[in-house]
């Protein structure tokens, strides 16, 4: 009996609790905190991909010495406007032309497009580094 009487008083003194009220506030308050981070990663997630733009260089054709035509295909939300860097360059990989496109919103989810670059020397490929949706 002293033992017990000991431990409550200790118990007493330092605030010490040995009821679950405490540890079952303590596992909600965990558990809030883990639905609500994976609830923020979720969204994040899909917000990115929402905003994403995936690009295809279907080719290219030398038009003649001083420009190049690039044919690339886009894939990004529908009824999404989308802006393009399209570039030219020669064998050392210097870019010898390049545009910024811009092509407004179209419900289809994938389009494909057909763009000339006038370069300031030959080119010897043509694509598509970057595209964004403004």
Known sequence: MTAMRTQQEL???YGRRRGLRGRRAAVIGI???AVAAVGYLGWSTYAQAAQSVDIDVLGFHLTDARSVT???QLTL???SAVDCVI???DTDHGIVGWKVVSYPADPA???TFSEVVPTTAE???GLVPSCWIP
Do not use: I, K, M
Request: aromatic letters at 4%; glycine letters at 4%; hydrophobic letters at 35%.
């Open 11 to 13: 118990d007493d003194r």
């Open 87 to 89: 570039e030219a360059q």
């Open 31 to 33: 558990g809030l905190v």
């Open 77 to 79: 939300a529908p009824s």
């Open 109 to 111: 989810h994938s389009r």
């Open 70 to 72: 690039v044919d690339f």
């Open 123 to 125: 080119a010897t490929t």
